[in-house]
């Protein structure tokens, strides 16, 4: 076996092991009350702050999103809010210009601005660091 080879196979062990890892603490299975709810959503927050997810972590991050939008979508209906209506209504809340919030989080401007305007959507990094920002769980972007 070559060392790349040997490198891949490690690699997907690894992956695994981050994957399985993960089940173990919080079984993949549909949600039956509001209490796995906020422990299914306690979870994802705690993934989707980390910028370093192995590629198992993120396939069950995936996942586990999914289970909870379903869940979500059958037991607690509400009118989505936009990326754009969250972020505004944040902003406001707390007082910031886009600039302001631009460098105290260092997300371009532009960006910034594209959110606001609905040309452009939150990735999943930008919604950890205003989650950090804003003091609130990124469920919040999530809808």
Do not use: W
């Amino acid at each position: 076996m070559s060392a790349v080879t040997r490198k891949h196979v490690a690699t997907q062990g690894e992956d695994r092991n981050h994957y399985l890892e993960l089940v173990q603490a919080f079984p993949l299975k549909h949600l039956r009350s509001d209490r796995e709810l906020a422990d299914a959503i306690k979870v994802i927050n705690s993934l989707i702050i980390r910028s370093d997810l192995a590629r198992g972590e993120q396939e069950y991050l995936d996942v586990l999103t999914d289970i909870v939008e379903r869940y979500e979508t059958e037991n607690c209906p509400m009118d989505p809010v936009s990326d754009a209506e969250m972020l505004r209504h944040l902003i406001d809340a707390r007082g910031v210009t886009q600039a302001k919030l631009s460098a105290d989080v260092e997300i371009p401007m532009s960006t910034i601005s594209e959110v606001l305007h609905g040309k452009k959507k939150l990735t999943r990094r930008h919604i950890g660091i205003l989650a950090g920002y804003f003091g609130v769980g990124p469920d919040v972007f999530l809808a």
